[in-house]
């Protein structure tokens, strides 16, 4: 998915690169390289923290932290957290 969001990225960039160009124009016309100010700022953050709150509240962030524990667990030098067997327990334990 990574792979394919980047692909698609790039492919728009190339895009939006060419047209710019046809039409004369370069990315400082469309206000690139100007610095930016107050409200940009804090539409960026509130859009940021509401991305952040939508992932949270659909268990992405709890989802991949999770996996994160169960790959790397015994793994990261001394281990803090026991490490259960790998061995299934005999059917009449």
């Given at each position: ?77 001394s281990?803090?957290?026991?490490v ?8 009449g334990?």
């Amino acid at each position: 998915m990574s792979l394919g969001f980047t692909v698609s990225g790039v492919l728009l960039w190339v895009i939006m690169q060419w047209w710019l160009r046809h039409d004369g124009m370069t990315l400082a016309d469309l206000g690139w390289g100007r610095p930016t100010n107050v409200a940009g700022m804090l539409l960026a953050l509130l859009v940021g923290a509401g991305w952040l709150l939508f992932l949270i509240y659909a268990g992405v962030v709890v989802a991949t932290a999770l996996a994160l524990v169960v790959v790397t667990r015994g793994r990261l030098g001394s281990s803090t957290v026991p490490v259960e067997s790998e061995t299934p327990a005999p059917a009449g334990a």
